[in-house]
Structures are given as structure tokens and as C-alpha cells.
């Protein structure tokens, strides 16, 4: 039997989208091209929204943000990752005037909840470069460009803070990061795939590093390895690690979905 995770699923659906000769929910949007290899993708200069609505292969709805999103060829799409996260923007005051850290954006949603939340400032990262043109593309649409950065992280350096300054401190650090221990062999893998937990090192090793006092840091995770992992990696560097969740990892398959949402408590952090 060859078993495949629900965020394969979603990316093997989105992809078969993007080949058939169905249209987007709007009719002013032209149907994409054929997908490309994404490791062929000239990331240097991404290009500006107006020029991107071929990259389009869908729209969504996302409770509590005004408008639909766009979804993006080569973009992993899986909501119900975030969802007790988004909800978490949308009921309390967590982000509101504050700086905020995204690592991973895919097609932007947490940000851009986050900026419908009244952040001030998003930086958002991503390794994909179709990715931050999605994001860049949601953004403009939803007028919340002013206030949502993005950063392509280069494949050569695929750190979580490589793109991230020295000095530079958030109030708020989220991420959705890939849990899953296969090798990347297209850009777009990189959304499910962390070879060795590498990824989740780096973020975990510098994190103190880049949250202000009493700053907050939420992960969303839905593998039970990854969350066991997290939570060893957290212990050794001294951090402690609360889950936002009811559910017991012990009675959850492997994969699950929605994701379940952690708090990293760093040394500096309440």
C-alpha cells in the first residue's frame, strides 16, 4: 500500500487543477499555463501583482478576511492547517499594533490574517518564489501591501532566520512549517517536506534570539512526530512548550488535520 499525507493530497489535487482545462471561479481570469518545474523559476526579481493573474488557478474564501484569496500554481493550499491559529487572530488582541514574523507564508493567509487583525508590520518569508508573488499578489488585493513585507529565502541558505537580521526583534513569530522527513526535489516541496527536522532546528536554536521581551511565538503542527520533536527540541534549549489544543497526540493517526497549535515560551517570553 503507498500511503501519502493529506498535504501530498492537496498539492496533487492543486496541481491537477492547474493541467485541466477548468476555469477559475472569476471570469475575468485566464486559465494558467501548464506548470513548469519550480526549480527553474527566476526568483531574483519577483514580479509585481498586476502582471501575476495568469499564476491563478483558484480562489478562496478565509473567515475574516474581506475578500477571497488567490491560490497560486506551485503554492501549497491546505486551511485547515491554521485554523485554530487564524481563529486565535480573529478573537483576541495577539497581534494587534504589534510586529509580526511569518516564516513560511505560502499564499499569504496567516499574514494576511494577521494584517486584518491590526498588525502594524508583517514580514513574511518563504523559499518559494511563487509563493511570495502569491503573497504579494493577496496583499495588493486586499490593500494591506503598506503594511505586509515579503523576503525570499534563497534555496542555498533555507534557514529559518536567513533572511531575518541580527538585530531584528517581533512581537509575535508564527509559523506553519513543514513536518514531514522527505527530500525536496521541486521548490514547491518545500511546504511539506523538512529533511531531518533542519528547518525546525534552526528555528528553535536562534528563536530567543528574535522575540522581544514578553514577545509571543504560536506553531502550527498536524504530524504527531514533528510535535513530539518540537517539544525534545524546545526542553534541551531550555524553553517550555504549552498546546493549544484538547485533542491527545496519543489519539491521533500520524498526519491529522486540523493542525494543532503550540506556544514556545522562550526565556525572554511570558
Same mark, same amino acid.
Not at 138 to 143: F, G, I, T, V, W
Not at 193 to 208: E, G, H, R
Given at each position: 500500500?503507498?500511503?501519502?499525507?493529506?498535504?501530498?493530497?492537496?498539492?496533487?489535487?492543486?496541481?491537477?487543477?492547474?493541467?485541466?482545462?477548468?476555469?477559475?471561479?472569476?471570469?475575468?481570469?485566464?486559465?494558467?499555463?501548464?506548470?513548469?518545474?519550480?526549480?527553474?523559476?527566476?526568483?531574483?526579481?519577483?514580479?509585481?501583482?498586476?502582471?501575476?493573474?495568469?499564476?491563478?488557478?483558484?480562489?478562496?474564501?478565509?473567515?475574516?478576511?474581506?475578500?477571497?484569496?488567490?491560490?497560486?500554481?506551485?503554492?501549497?493550499?491546505?486551511?485547515?492547517?491554521?485554523?485554530?491559529?487564524?481563529?486565535?487572530?480573529?478573537?483576541?488582541?495577539?497581534?494587534?499594533?504589534?510586529?509580526?514574523?511569518?516564516?513560511?507564508?505560502?499564499?499569504?493567509?496567516?499574514?494576511?490574517?494577521?494584517?486584518?487583525?491590526?498588525?502594524?508590520?508583517?514580514?513574511?518569508?518563504?523559499?518559494?518564489?511563487?509563493?511570495?508573488?502569491? +503573497?504579494?499578489?493577496?496583499?495588493?488585493?486586499?490593500?494591506?501591501?503598506?503594511?505586509?513585507?515579503?523576503?525570499?529565502?534563497?534555496?542555498?541558505?533555507?534557514?529559518?532566520?536567513?533572511?531575518?537580521?541580527?538585530?531584528?526583534?517581533?512581537?509575535?513569530?508564527?509559523?506553519?512549517?513543514?513536518?514531514?522527513?522527505?527530500?525536496?526535489?521541486?521548490?514547491?516541496?518545500?511546504?511539506?517536506?523538512?529533511?531531518?527536522?533542519?528547518?525546525?532546528?534552526?528555528?528553535?536554536?536562534?528563536?530567543?534570539?528574535?522575540?522581544?521581551?514578553?514577545?509571543?511565538?504560536?506553531?502550527?503542527?498536524? +504530524?504527531?512526530?514533528?510535535?513530539?520533536?518540537?517539544?525534545?527540541?524546545?526542553?534541551?534549549?531550555?524553553?517550555?512548550?504549552?498546546?493549544?489544543?484538547?485533542?491527545?497526540?496519543?489519539?491521533?493517526?500520524?498526519?491529522?488535520?486540523?493542525?494543532?497549535?503550540?506556544?514556545?515560551?522562550?526565556?525572554?517570553?511570558?
Amino acid at each position: 500500500m503507498i500511503c501519502v499525507s493529506q498535504r501530498q493530497v492537496t498539492l496533487l489535487l492543486l496541481l491537477a487543477i492547474s493541467i485541466g482545462c477548468g476555469r477559475t471561479d472569476r471570469a475575468s481570469t485566464p486559465e494558467p499555463p501548464k506548470p513548469e518545474s519550480a526549480l527553474s523559476v527566476d526568483d531574483s526579481e519577483p514580479a509585481q501583482p498586476e502582471k501575476l493573474s495568469h499564476e491563478i488557478i483558484d480562489w478562496a474564501a478565509v473567515e475574516g478576511l474581506p475578500e477571497e484569496i488567490a491560490l497560486f500554481n506551485h503554492v501549497f493550499w491546505e486551511p485547515n492547517d491554521t485554523l485554530s491559529l487564524r481563529q486565535l487572530l480573529r478573537t483576541t488582541d495577539l497581534v494587534k499594533g504589534r510586529s509580526v514574523l511569518e516564516i513560511g507564508t505560502g499564499t499569504g493567509i496567516v499574514a494576511l490574517c494577521c494584517a486584518q487583525a491590526g498588525a502594524a508590520k508583517v514580514i513574511a518569508t518563504d523559499i518559494n518564489p511563487w509563493a511570495i508573488r502569491n +503573497c504579494m499578489f493577496n496583499a495588493k488585493q486586499l490593500k494591506f501591501d503598506k503594511r505586509i513585507e515579503l523576503r525570499q529565502v534563497s534555496q542555498k541558505s533555507p534557514d529559518a532566520w536567513s533572511v531575518i537580521g541580527p538585530k531584528e526583534r517581533f512581537d509575535v513569530i508564527v509559523s506553519n512549517p513543514p513536518w514531514e522527513p522527505g527530500s525536496p526535489t521541486r521548490v514547491e516541496d518545500f511546504a511539506f517536506y523538512d529533511p531531518d527536522f533542519q528547518l525546525m532546528k534552526s528555528l528553535v536554536t536562534n528563536l530567543p534570539n528574535h522575540v522581544k521581551p514578553n514577545g509571543r511565538v504560536f506553531l502550527a503542527y498536524g +504530524c504527531v512526530t514533528a510535535i513530539r520533536k518540537l517539544q525534545s527540541l524546545t526542553t534541551d534549549h531550555g524553553m517550555t512548550f504549552t498546546v493549544h489544543d484538547d485533542r491527545s497526540l496519543d489519539d491521533l493517526t500520524e498526519n491529522f488535520l486540523p493542525g494543532m497549535l503550540i506556544e514556545i515560551h522562550t526565556a525572554n517570553a511570558r
